[in-house]
């Protein structure tokens, strides 16, 4: 991905909703990641804002109705346009904001790949893989957890959701490469 040192094209929505303006936040929007303060980036944070691009280039935010939809996530395979996909990642921006649960499901695929990020980047330093797993399980799953979300789930159930996707989601898989496996279950709490 690309990053731009500039706000992104939709910041008025966003701020709107999320008094963003100001902080160190980055942004994805398709292909670039907006990074307004210029912040250094950690790895395992490019590979959290890739998951949040490449889900909106996929449509998985695209508002229409259902036959619509269809035509437009096919589009968005065979002939993705600029406009098409510009479209794609605003809807998504749109649902992210107005949709608790989308945000939430949309931030455990991005915090899943930061954290199988960490334990690819850092796994030969630890000794024991499960005290590396909980340790950056903790991390991460406090950062799912913040308010930044809109504390949108328990940093206990962050932490167990974790701890299960390093095993198995597709999320995992695609950024693995393993075997194909059930997506995460977003349960209560
Ligand atoms: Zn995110």
């Not at 307004?36 to 280039?57: F, K, T, Y």
């Not at 600029?82 to 499901?105: G, T, V």
């Not at 399980?137 to 913040?146: C, E, Q, S, T």
């Amino acid at each position: 991905m690309r990053v731009v040192k500039a706000y992104p094209p939709n910041i008025e929505e966003i701020d709107a909703a999320f008094q963003v303006r100001g902080k160190p936040i980055l942004f994805a929007f398709g292909e670039i990641i907006y990074n307004p303060m210029g912040v250094d980036i950690a790895p395992e944070l490019m590979a959290h804002e890739a998951v949040h691009g490449r889900r909106q280039i996929a449509g998985e935010g695209i508002l229409a109705a259902f036959g619509q939809y269809d035509f437009l996530r096919q589009a968005l395979k065979t002939n993705p346009t600029e406009a098409l996909k510009r479209r794609a990642i605003e809807d998504w921006w749109h649902r992210y904001i107005n949709e608790p649960a989308f945000r939430l499901e949309e931030e455990i695929f991005a915090h899943i790949a930061e954290y199988a990020e960490l334990c690819r980047l850092h796994g030969q330093r630890w000794t024991s893989r499960r005290a590396m797993r909980r340790t950056y399980a903790a991390h991460v799953a406090r950062r799912l957890a913040a308010p930044l979300y809109g504390n949108l789930i328990s940093q206990a159930r962050a932490k167990e959701i974790l701890l299960d996707a390093s095993a198995c989601t597709e999320e995992a898989r695609l950024y693995r490469g393993g075997p194909p496996c059930p997506p995460v279950r977003v349960g209560a709490g």
